[in-house]
């Protein structure tokens, strides 16, 4: 957007009025105590000053980075080994927002199970802009001790995990080790299977679905394309197309803010129910980097001609190949339709693009056009591959049939014999004061914007898309819940 956030100088003024002598947050410990909380903390603070610096390298930011890292992070050195992985030994409480709670040896453990590892993405961020010897054996240690913990049998923080896979693959891009690759693909796959909701959101602790959090639906949908970039797998992004349109999408309140959730498919509930209006101290926040990343996950380059296009939105940008740009338009329909067009506004590029756009499973019959001229359409690893001339007012154009569909439900802990209706990414959910059932068989028209129409044991019926553009009725204030899992008769 260009704009700087009206009180973003003001907040980073004054940070140094709010921290101790030692330049970071909260209590100074003996050098033999961890605070979980503390720590988990300092992973945002860092990211943000990481982020900040990165922006306008700025040296009062560069110096409180240092001293977050020095005298925080580097004397935590060598007590992550001893972090307390016995599931026996763990209590589990705790709500919407962690808190400190029992002592373990040398550490003060939180509720949200296993958030010292919010710190590791602070950690490897700080290294790419600080590095040394000492921080990268830090980094290596909690690594190894992350590996070392069962997830599931601990009941850890999703949220904490899945921001662990983010500072994985951070370490993986930093280290090119191909096995922090694999075992962050092992350990997502673990989370799709035991932790994640049938609409897409996360259950708040492995083991214990008792809310959602947009933190974690935001990390889920940033390692789900990073997956995909790293690996090619189309699997992982057509995961982020659901995780988008059908999690974060859906916890985003009318006033901007994010908001929570229940677990839809555990303990038995076909139900979503919006369960808490905003979570202002942590969602809110990454929900403002989720939707940002979604912006900038538009469009990738690649190479001196090579433009993938993995997700669709009206947008108007300018991308670069070192000196040359080429400025683009898109329309699409998506996520009601499959219909999109790619204009070349400008270029200066001379020689032909190549571009890769991405088509998702639920999209069959494709057609293509490029200027006005129907072409095959050519189709490889999920990706249309189209070259083209990059003169000003040249034109790609997509159609194909989106699918409508039922799913039976994922997740190993759902309740079983229920499915899903859905019509391409979207799913739809039907809004009424008791639950219903489908039988296998019924029949459903489209009606536009993703509302299909049908009827049941001689009741019409409507289902809706969870997905919205910031509605006042889809909030805990005004008591909103809806059906995303049937019963067919």
């Known amino acids: 957007t260009k704009r700087t956030p009206t009180y973003l100088n003001e907040i980073l003024k004054r940070f140094p009025d709010h921290m101790n002598d030692k330049g970071y947050f909260g209590v100074v410990y003996n050098d033999t105590i961890c605070n979980e909380q503390q720590l988990a903390s300092h992973g945002w603070v860092l990211r943000g000053l990481c982020e900040y610096y990165l ?25 992550h080994s001893k972090y307390p992985v016995d599931p026996e030994k763990r209590n589990h409480g705790g709500t919407h927002s962690g808190t400190s709670t029992q002592q373990q040896g040398n550490w003060i453990l939180s509720t949200d199970t296993g958030c010292d590892h919010i710190f590791l993405d602070g950690l490897t961020q700080a290294y790419e802009i600080v590095p040394s010897p000492e921080l990268e054996a830090l980094i290596e240690e909690m690594i190894e001790v992350f590996f070392k913990i069962d997830q599931v049998k601990i009941k850890a923080q999703t949220h904490a995990t899945l921001t662990a896979l983010r ?18 693909e092992e350990k997502f796959n673990l989370y799709k299977a035991e932790g994640m909701t049938e609409n897409f959101e996360n259950y708040n602790w492995f083991g214990r679905p008792e809310w959602t ?25 057509e995961d982020a197309h659901h995780i988008y349109y059908n999690g974060l999408a859906l916890e985003q309140r009318a006033n901007g803010g994010f908001g929570i959730q229940s ?29 940002s990343r979604a912006a900038q996950y538009s469009f990738f380059t690649k190479g001196f001609n090579e433009i993938a296009v993995p997700f669709f939105q009206n947008a108007e940008v300018k991308l670069f190949f070192n000196s040359n740009a080429i400025k683009l338009k898109e329309e699409t329909g998506y996520p009601f339709s499959a219909k999109t067009t790619l204009t070349i506004i400008e270029s200066e590029i001379v020689e032909p693009v190549t571009f890769h756009i991405f ?51 994922r997740g190993n802990n759902a309740i079983k014999g229920y499915t899903t209706f859905n019509a391409g990414p979207l799913i739809l959910s039907y809004i009424g004061n008791e639950e219903i059932s489908i039988p296998a068989k019924s029949s459903f028209t489209g009606t536009g914007n ?40």
């Open 55 to 79: 922006w306008k390298k700025d040296q009062a930011t560069l110096a409180m980075i240092k001293n977050v890292v020095k005298n925080l992070g580097l004397r935590t050195a060598g007590y």
């Open 167 to 184: 500072a994985l693959l951070r370490w993986y891009h930093v280290t090119g080790r191909k096995s922090l690759l694999t075992s962050v």
């Open 213 to 237: 959090e947009p933190c974690a639906v935001v990390d889920s949908y940033i390692v789900a394309v990073s997956l995909w970039r790293y690996t090619g797998n189309p699997v992982y992004l």
């Open 263 to 291: 677990c839809s498919g555990s303990k038995n509930s076909a139900m979503i129910a919006s369960t808490l209006e905003e979570a202002h101290w942590c969602c809110t926040m990454r929900g403002g980097e989720g939707l």
């Open 359 to 409: 088509i998702p499973s639920w999209i069959e019959k494709v057609k293509l056009k490029v200027n006005g001229k129907t072409q095959a359409p050519s189709i490889t690893g999920s990706f249309l591959k189209v070259v083209i001339n990059p003169k000003k007012g040249s034109v790609i154009e997509i159609d194909g049939k989106q699918k409508f569909f039922s799913q039976p439900v």
């Open 450 to 489: 993703g509302i299909y129409k049908g009827t049941v044991n001689g009741k019409e019926i409507i289902l809706k898309p969870l997905y919205h553009m910031m509605l006042p009725e889809v909030s805990h204030k005004a008591k909103y819940q809806s059906q995303v899992l049937f019963k067919q008769q």
